[in-house]
């Protein structure tokens, strides 16, 4: 059996039981008192406290709730003193540097503290400081880490941002603290994103504020940490703050790319409050993940708008797809069953038609391939309105009765593929939603230079659907009978805002009308050359 | 003064449990104006009804009290038996409080418990008087929560309850509430001094030994060693006490540990009992990790006059008073060493200290008395507090 070496001396023996007793603590807190407790037990003392930063930070040997913080804070070191009940009594204490702090006990009697004990008492504070600084760190990277896992699971900014600020007041023991970021419309000024243990009411007078004023202000406008002490007296300080006899405060400027966007700021209402280097640091590595919290959620929006807009383009361009081929196909299967029946000059023009869409068809796809996005607005040029409309319409006469009332004879300049693209939408959709033997009527306009065209089927709209609703995207309304994504009145208001134009739509007797309103200017010489083309 | 305050002593040991509260109560009530009413039971009784028949006779007076491992009185030292204090008179008040679920808070119960301080009447003198559930965990959390709250300037002085050595479960009582994993105070102040002696009588012996890993009141290795081995191997301990719980309990209530202390006497841990399985100790309160522990003897000599130097310190503390009364939380553990003719001569010397002022007391699991420095808990130990 091996008995391993005995520390047989008294201080090493009490200060190993320091040391097991301090270090299983989970927080400063319960480090500090445990230390006290420990101290003034090794000692048989009957009081012991810790100072930290110029205030009591534990205390044992007071009735709850009446600790002398005063008597305290002015008990001199090595010294016979006088304490309320328990008559004379020595003090000794060990200085930590570090915390501007110092670990005290005070026992009864005239026995005098020897230099054996002094020492003890210095390796205890060693101790406590060590431990303090270890568990403080430890706090400090687990409440990092739980912000770094809030970014990595993608939480919502706001979540991250309040648990950087609330974080920053309960680890650095501050009473306030705020996250700033420069107005993006305004750089001159800097608006509140973030804050916890500011009162409503200042908080109200602080939510905007001009760049460099206050720590937080400076903060920004110098990219670098902003330290205030007597802050009611600084004459940068902000001013409702100064007149809460704010003490203290730090700011640490956050980045976004590398440019001071923000700052993350600190306070504190405690007389003598110091912040120290290791709060100091801590306030910086709270900035550095607002920091990347904030670059992050930019980019996070950036992949989620380029998401969207990938996705939008798909569907929209799987439509623009979709529709000349139903054309193409319907054209083919009446070819197909009737084709013998036909007319030879009616089946051309049925070929003829389905040529037409074909060659729509082959130019989207070579927009495609050239990698082109599918820019829908195209060029304006001259265009001759009867012969753009019932283009539009063609195919769809096909297949159910379009009734077209007497177009204005007049060439225009307008987009020719957005025109058909938002008819071609029109029809499809009343084809979508009336009955099978009922008529679509489409009624041409122009007046005051603006082009109107109603596309009107039997039918009602549903009741409780709004307009907006009707343009959203991905909607189908109950009765649809024909396959789609709901895309296409989407599409088509989308459209018509590339001509500057509109849709609306109104319905009553049974019927709807979707009108295609756009600004279109008159073009008469092309007119003609194009009629007679 | 004294006409302003009185303690009485009764006991009872009548089967039948509040016949047993009555006689014992009516014994106790030497005057009007009963301010606190202590009880010391065996827990064999049916204690709902022995407290029904002290609160009938006491018109429900403030009551705590506890379950025992043998009750004392100015007789001597009994079994199965109640013993009731009480105490009253204008020259006193008292706040008492009772905290329950010990075992998962024991720091916080302390606290709690001792809360009556904070309401307590300002008199010149005053001590918290602690009854607690030994069998909880480590004491020493319960007495520091007791002491952040009424801090150095009043001592405390109090015993874990007993179970007659059956080491299974103890009973707090509190008015009419028989408790269990509780502590139950009651601060009291007086206008005449209370004073406090604490003294084991017990020697370190050989060489020390290193407590290499420990967690709260469990001891799990001793010199890197599984700490039942190295206890047993060290005190050469007979054969049953190697795999009985009862025979480890007895053997182990005179085989205490010591723990190393800055100068007077060592402190001393009570080894409630032993796991076989995992071959730890389990102690009454916190054995230190890294701590040194010795392994401590007492013989009926240095017990003895460990009981005189308690008994006296207490009497002196109270600056030439009188006492009134006496209240003694004597280890159980001390029981094993004098044996049973011992204890009557212990009781008989205290009595005989006392100058005829009634003493009551019980055979505890663990002592409180924190009178000077902060550590209040203490085993195989003789706690005496004089009342005058």
């Known amino acids: 059996m091996t008995v391993p070496a005995l520390p047989t001396d008294w201080s090493t023996q009490q200060l190993a039981e320091f040391l097991a007793a301090v270090s299983t603590a989970c927080d400063p807190a319960q480090a500090g008192q445990r230390g006290v407790e420990r101290a003034a037990e090794a000692f048989e003392a009957e009081i012991g406290f810790l100072v930290s930063d ?49 670990l005290v006990v005070a026992r009864s009697g005239d026995e005098p503290f020897g230099i054996e004990q002094q020492n003890l008492l210095r390796g205890m504070a060693r101790v ?167 670059t ?49 000059e009616l089946s051309q023009e049925l070929i003829g038609s389905g040529y037409e869409r074909g060659r729509e068809l082959e130019m989207l796809i070579d927009k495609l391939l050239r990698g082109a996005r599918a820019e829908l607005a195209g060029t304006v040029e001259p265009a001759y309105l009867p012969r753009l409309v019932r283009s539009a319409l063609r195919g769809f006469d096909r297949t159910r009765t379009v009734s077209v009332a007497a177009i204005p004879d007049l060439t225009l300049h307008v987009d020719r593929g957005a025109v058909t693209q938002v008819i071609e939408a029109l029809v499809e959709n009343a084809v979508s939603h009336s009955p ?26 549903p009741p409780d659907v709004s307009i907006n609703d009707l343009f959203a995207p991905f909607r189908r309304g109950s009765g649809t009978r024909t396959p789609g994504v709901g895309l296409g009145l989407y599409i088509a208001s989308r459209v018509a805002e590339t001509m500057e134009g509109s849709i609306d739509v109104r319905s009553g007797a049974g019927r709807v009308v979707f009108s295609l309103r756009f600004p279109a200017s008159v073009a008469a010489p092309a007119a003609e050359s194009s009629r007679a083309g | 003064m004294s006409e302003d305050r009185w303690v009485g002593v009764g006991r009872s040991a009548a089967t039948d449990a509040r016949l047993a509260g009555k006689e014992a109560t009516d014994d106790a009530l030497k005057g009007p104006d009963a301010k606190l009413v202590i009880v010391f039971c065996s827990s064999s009784y049916d204690l709902p009804e022995l407290l029904a028949g002290i609160n009938e006779r006491s018109g429900g007076a403030p009551l705590i009290g506890c379950s025992t491992a043998g009750e004392i009185a100015t007789s001597g ?119 406090i002696g604490v003294r084991h009588g017990w020697r370190k012996v050989g060489e020390p030994m290193l407590v290499t890993r420990s967690s709260d009141n469990r001891v799990y290795t001793i010199d890197d060693r599984p700490a039942l081995d190295a206890y047993l191997e060290r005190l050469d301990a007979p054969e049953e006490v190697h795999t009985d719980a009862a025979a480890f309990t007895r053997f182990a209530l005179t085989h205490p540990l010591g723990l190393s202390g800055r100068g007077g006497e060592a402190h001393v841990r009570f080894i409630g009992e032993a796991d076989f399985e995992d071959r730890s100790l389990g102690c009454i309160a916190e054995v230190p990790q890294s701590g040194m522990v010795w392994l401590m003897e007492g013989d009926e000599d240095s017990v003895l006059d460990a009981t005189t130097a308690a008994c006296s310190e207490a009497l002196e503390a109270l600056a030439g008073e009188q006492p009134l009364g006496a209240i003694a939380f004597d280890c159980i553990a001390r029981r094993g060493v004098l044996g049973d003719e011992g204890i009557e001569r212990e009781i008989g010397r205290i009595a005989e200290l006392t100058g005829g002022a009634p003493v009551a007391g019980f055979y505890t699991y663990g002592e409180i008395a924190r009178t000077r420095g902060i550590s209040g808990f203490h085993n195989q130990t003789l706690v005496v507090l004089a009342v005058a």
């Open chain 1, 54 to 102: 110029g205030d009591v930070v534990a205390s044992v040997g007071f009735p709850a709730g009446e600790v002398p913080l005063d008597l305290l804070l002015g008990l001199p070191g090595d010294a016979e003193v006088e304490l309320d009940g328990l008559g004379g009594c020595r003090t000794m204490a060990a200085h930590i540097e570090a915390r501007a702090g110092r």
């Open chain 1, 128 to 294: 406590l400081d060590l431990t303090v600084g270890m568990l403080e760190r430890q706090i400090l990277l687990e409440r990092l880490s739980k912000i770094q896992r809030s970014i990595s699971h993608r939480a919502p900014l706001q979540e991250v941002l309040d648990a950087i600020t609330t974080g920053a007041v309960e680890l650095l023991g501050a009473d306030l603290s705020g996250l700033r970021v420069v107005d993006p419309d305004d750089p001159t000024q800097m608006i509140v994103v973030s804050s916890a243990g500011v009162p409503d009411h200042i908080l109200d007078q602080v939510r905007r504020q001009t760049v460099g004023e206050g720590a937080g202000g400076r903060a920004i406008a110098q990219d670098r940490l902003i330290v205030v002490s007597d802050y009611a007296r600084d004459p940068r300080a902000t001013k409702p703050f100064a007149e809460e006899k704010l003490q203290a405060a730090m700011a640490a400027p956050v980045h976004e790319d590398g440019v001071a966007v923000g700052s993350l700021v600190v306070g504190s209402y405690r007389a003598n409050r110091v912040f120290s280097d290791s709060e100091q640091s801590a306030l910086l590595a709270l900035a550095e993940h607002a920091s990347l919290a904030l």
């Open chain 1, 296 to 344: 992050d959620a930019r980019t996070v929006e950036e992949m989620r708008e380029a998401q969207r807009s990938r996705d939008m383009f798909l569907a929209m361009v799987s439509h623009e797809l979709k529709t000349p081929l139903t054309v193409i196909m319907g054209v083919l299967k009446t070819l197909e069953l009737r084709g013998g029946e036909l007319a030879a």
């Open chain 1, 436 to 461: 099978m033997a009922s008529e679509i009527r489409i009624r041409t306009g122009y007046e005051d230079g603006v082009v109107t065209i109603d596309v009107d089927n039997e039918g009602d709209l």
């Open chain 2, 77 to 195: 030292p009994a079994e199965s038996s109640v013993v009731v204090t009480a105490i009253g008179g204008s020259g006193f008040s008292v706040r008492t409080r009772a905290a329950t679920g010990a075992s998962q808070r024991l720091r916080e119960s302390g606290a709690e418990a001792a809360g009556g301080f904070v309401e307590l009447e300002d008199r010149p003198h005053r001590v918290l008087l602690m009854l607690t559930d030994g069998l909880a965990g480590d004491q020493q959390e319960i007495v520091r929560g007791a002491y952040g709250v009424v801090g150095a300037q009043v001592p405390l002085v109090g015993g874990c309850a007993g179970d007659d050595l059956k080491m299974v479960s103890t009973q707090q009582l509190f008015n009419d509430q028989v408790l269990e994993d509780a502590v139950v105070a009651a601060a009291i102040g007086s206008d005449a001094p209370l004073g």
